[in-house]
C-alpha cells in the first residue's frame, strides 16, 4: 500500500508511519521536522504555508491508498483535502474525545453530541470539530475518524501517565501522594491505537471510532505502575481541598496529580470503546504499558523537566505539609 502520513516526526504520527512501515507498506510523512522513522520518505512542507506548499510537491503527485491526517489546525486540514482528497483510497482523520459536548456522562459513545466547530487551533475540541467538517465534506464514505481518548506509552512527551512512573520510581520505599477521590481513568497505548489506525485503514473502515481502552480507576492505574516501579512505601490520600489549598493541580500540567480528573469532566475517563472492539482491535494490558514505560522513564531520566505532573520534591513538600497538618489537627 502506498501511504501518506501528514506529520510523522513525533509521538503518534510516527508511531502511525512506524505501524505501517512494520506491516511492509511504502511510506511518505509530510512534516516540517526531519526525525521520520527509517524507511520512510520525508516530504519537507511547512503546512503554514497552505495547499500551494503541499501542491507544488512532486512527489505528493499520483494516489495514495491511505491518507493518515493527525493536525489540530483546520487550515492545515483545508489545504490537504483540496490538494490530495480527490486522489485518497482512503482517509484517516485523527480527531479526539474532547470534540464531545457533555463530559460528564459515562459510558457515552460516538453518537453523543458534540461541540460546535470553530477555526481557532487553540480552542482544542472545538478545532478538531471543524476539521472533521471539512474532511469530512472532502472525503464523504472514503472516511474514518478516530478519537482517541488518553494516549499513553513510551515515549509520551505530556508526561500525564508518565509523571506517576516517575514518581513512584523515585520514592522507593518513601510515601506516594494520590487523590483521595478516585476516578474512573482508561488510558490507550500509542502502540494499539497506531496498530489499530493501520489495520482499520488497510481493510478500509469507515465512520467514527472512539479509540479509549478499558474503563478503570486512576487508583487501579497507579496500583499498576507502583507494581511496575517496585514502590514498597505507603500511599497518603489528599482530600480536594487539602490538594487546592496546596496548589497541586488535576489532569495535567505543572504541579498536577496528572490523570486525575475534575468531577465535571467523569465521563472523559470512562467512555464506551465497543465499537472499537467490534472492528476487531487488540489492546494490551495496562500492566503491560505500566512496565514499558517504567523502563523508559528510567531510560529518559526520572527527574528530568516534565510537561505536567508533580516533582518528586514539589510531592515531598506537600506530603510533609498534609503530616504537618494532621499534627496540629
Do not use: F
Not at 503541499?54 to 505528493?60: K, M, S, W
Amino acid at each position: 500500500m502506498r501511504i501518506l502520513v501528514l506529520g510523522g516526526t513525533a509521538w503518534l504520527g510516527r508511531a502511525i508511519a512506524t505501524a505501517h512501515l512494520a506491516a511492509g507498506h511504502d511510506v511518505t510523512c509530510v512534516a516540517r521536522g526531519s526525525d521520520v522513522p527509517h524507511g520512510a520518505a520525508l516530504v519537507r512542507v511547512d503546512r503554514d504555508e497552505g495547499a500551494t506548499a503541499l501542491a507544488r510537491e512532486a512527489a505528493l503527485e499520483g494516489s495514495w491508498d491511505e491518507v493518515v491526517d493527525v493536525t489540530s489546525v483546520p487550515s492545515h486540514a483545508t489545504a490537504a483535502a483540496t490538494v490530495l482528497a480527490p486522489r485518497a483510497r482512503h482517509w484517516t482523520l485523527v480527531s479526539t474525545i474532547s470534540v464531545y459536548r457533555d463530559a460528564d456522562r459515562p459510558g457515552a459513545d460516538e453518537s453523543a453530541r458534540i461541540l460546535e466547530p470553530s477555526e481557532d487551533p487553540h480552542d482544542y475540541g472545538r478545532a478538531k470539530v471543524r476539521i472533521e467538517e471539512i474532511v469530512r465534506a472532502a472525503l464523504g464514505d472514503r472516511l474514518l475518524v478516530v478519537r482517541p481518548g488518553l494516549i499513553v506509552g513510551p515515549g509520551d512527551p505530556t508526561d500525564r501517565y508518565g509523571s506517576w512512573a516517575a514518581r513512584a520510581a523515585l520514592a522507593g520505599d518513601a510515601p506516594l501522594l494520590v487523590p483521595a477521590r478516585d476516578v474512573a481513568a482508561q488510558v490507550i497505548d500509542v502502540r494499539d491505537l497506531a496498530a489499530a489506525i493501520v489495520e482499520l485503514g488497510a481493510r478500509g473502515v469507515v465512520g467514527v471510532r472512539d479509540a479509549v481502552g478499558p474503563v478503570s480507576t486512576l487508583r487501579s492505574l497507579v496500583d499498576e505502575i507502583r507494581a511496575a516501579a517496585g514502590h514498597a512505601g505507603a500511599v497518603v490520600e489528599a482530600t480536594d481541598a487539602e490538594l487546592e489549598r496546596l496548589d497541586v493541580q488535576p489532569w495535567g500540567g505543572p504541579r498536577s496529580l496528572a490523570l486525575w480528573l475534575p468531577p465535571a469532566a467523569a465521563g472523559l475517563g470512562a467512555r464506551s470503546n465497543a465499537a472499537l472492539l467490534a472492528d476487531g482491535v487488540r489492546l494490551r494490558s495496562t500492566a503491560e504499558t505500566a512496565r514499558d514505560v517504567v523502563v523508559d522513564e528510567r531510560a529518559r531520566g526520572l527527574d528530568r523537566a516534565r510537561a505536567s505532573g508533580l516533582t518528586r520534591a514539589d510531592e515531598v513538600a506537600v506530603l510533609a505539609a498534609l503530616a504537618h497538618d494532621a499534627v496540629d489537627g
